[in-house]
């Protein structure tokens, strides 16, 4: 159980166009998803928290209106890239949180690796 | 802001031996404290991983332990193989956000045969 997929798993964009990055939850219903951000040897940074129905929060620094967050189900939320840079080139990854408040545990998605040109 | 420090960036050790990774982390208020396994270019996996109200917890090869007076965890890998290498991450939940976890910088173990 507590399988979380992303599609799609690379792209390669021209610099100006928008990319969609979906989450999904497979086996399992997720209120709560997180988007991270990892730069080449360097750690998980939090970009935003999702929550189904609802805005998602962002992280200071990180532009809402750049990365746009949508949360339309329990199981998929969806990660847009508006007016990618190649600054932006970077590995995207997705987690769900699975179980009861307090005890919940976060599953990471494979990954979406941006390369913007 | 809240910050979890990881120790030693790297560390390289024979097949067999220990490795212990340490962290520490700033937000009191933090209760759950999971390690995760990355491999190049893929997930991180989880590998173990404490929660506040316990001070020890083993898996086979793999032990955490927690001092929260302190504010630091520790992960302790004994008689390490060479698929044991990978880039660790250490992280602590952010109460303020539900779940949210901020990670450590990564710890890169190499094990040599």
């Known amino acids: 159980g507590a399988v979380v997929s992303q599609h799609p798993s690379w792209v390669i964009c021209k610099s100006g166009t928008s990319v969609k990055i979906e989450c999904r939850s497979l086996?399992?219903?997720?209120?709560?998803m997180f988007w991270y951000r990892q730069f080449p040897k360097q750690s998980l940074m939090l970009m935003a928290t999702s929550n189904e129905g609802s805005k998602a929060t962002y992280e200071q620094g990180v532009e809402k209106d750049k990365f746009l967050i949508n949360h339309a189900s329990l199981t998929l939320s969806t990660l847009t890239v508006t007016s990618a840079h190649p600054e932006d080139s970077s590995f995207y990854i997705c987690?769900?949180?699975?179980?009861?408040?307090?005890?919940?545990?976060?599953?990471f998605g494979p990954g979406t690796r941006l390369l913007v040109l | 802001g809240e910050n979890v420090e990881q120790h030693p960036s790297t560390l390289s050790v024979q097949e067999g031996d220990s490795a212990v990774i340490k962290c520490t982390y700033s937000?009191?208020?933090?209760?759950?404290f999971p390690w995760y396994k990355q491999e190049l270019g893929k997930r991180p996996q989880l590998i173990i991983d404490?929660?506040?109200?316990?001070g020890e917890k083993k898996d086979q090869r793999i032990a955490v332990t927690l001092n929260k007076t302190a504010k630091h965890f520790s992960l302790h890998i004994t008689e390490t193989q060479p698929e044991d290498s990978a880039v660790y991450f250490c992280?602590?939940?952010?109460?303020?956000?539900?779940?949210?976890?901020?990670f450590g910088k990564g710890t890169t173990l190499s094990v040599s045969s």
């Open positions: 404490i929660r506040s109200n316990v």
């Open positions: 086996d399992f219903q997720a209120t709560t």
């Open positions: 987690s769900a949180s699975v179980g009861m408040i307090s005890q919940e545990t976060q599953y």
């Open positions: 937000d009191s208020a933090s209760n759950y």
């Open positions: 992280a602590a939940t952010r109460n303020q956000a539900g779940t949210a976890l901020i």
